[in-house]
Antibody, heavy 113, light 112 residues
Framework: QVQLKESGPVLVQASETLSLTCTVS????????VIWVRQPPGKGLEWMGI???????DYNSALKSRLSINRDTSKSQVFLKMNSLQTDDTAIYYC???????WGQGVMVTVSS | DVVLTQTPPTLSATIGQSVSISCRSS???????????LNWLLQRPGQSPQLLIY???NLESGVPNRFSGSGSETDFTLKISGVEAEDLGVYYC?????????FGGGTKLELK
């Protein structure tokens, strides 16, 4: 069955770089894209970016200068890297398939000053 | 970027009541391929979002048919015909016509 699971550090220092991994199963990254979405505590959803099935990427305009999304298709993994973290980057980070039909459970990342 | 404005921000309902949520887009969501990529999601407390409706009016597999979607271009509506307790949570519209994709601000459905 289709599954996505986020992993990575739960606590990151301000000004450092966040690295998260989305490990997928039940589908191929060459057939589906993967999206990263985040949600600050008590707030709404923010679309961060996508890596398409062909490996191309699109990013949220507000995050583009700090964000990169890559993948390893052989390992069925998608990677998010975001630098220059600030406290308002504290959020639950989700990955989801590009049809937004399957979501990971999310990982809560706290940025400490 | 496309801005999606949802109203109302909060909705109070009794069990069995029918309710509607509006989502207005800052630009047309009609794609050059003829489809309109406006989706509705529900996020229950403490859970990941789940897809309810895709491309304006198509019910995702397993979603009860009391949910329905309608609209075109820039104005869209999600209707729940007979709210049930499991429907409580925050509803989001999301557009996937224009990159970057964007979400509405959310509508919280609570019990009256």
């Amino acid at each position: 069955q289709v599954q996505l699971k986020e992993s990575g550090p739960v606590l990151v220092q301000a000004s450092e770089t966040l690295s998260l991994t989305c490990t997928v199963s039940g589908f191929s990254l060459t057939n589906y894209g993967v999206i990263w979405v985040r949600q600050p505590p008590g707030k709404g959803l923010e679309w961060m970016g996508i890596i398409w099935r062909n490996g191309n990427t699109d990013y949220n305009s507000a995050l583009k200068s700090r964000l990169s999304i890559n993948r390893d298709t052989s390992k069925s993994q998608v990677f998010l890297k975001m630098n220059s973290l600030q406290t308002d980057d504290t959020a639950i980070y989700y990955c989801t398939r590009d049809e937004i039909d399957y979501w990971g459970q999310g990982v809560m990342v706290t940025v400490s000053s | 970027d496309v801005v999606l404005t949802q109203t109302p921000p909060t909705l109070s309902a009794t069990i069995g009541q029918s309710v509607s949520i509006s989502c207005r887009s800052s630009q047309s969501l009609l794609d050059s391929d003829g489809d309109t990529y406006l989706n509705w999601l529900l996020q229950r407390p403490g859970q990941s979002p789940q897809l309810l409706i895709y491309s304006v009016s198509n019910l995702e597999s397993g979603v009860p048919n009391r949910f329905s979607g309608s609209g075109s271009e820039t104005d869209f509506t999600l209707k729940i015909s007979g709210v049930e307790a499991e429907d409580l949570g925050v509803y989001y519209c999301m557009q996937a016509t224009h990159a970057p994709w964007t979400f509405g601000g959310g509508t919280k459905l609570e019990l009256k």
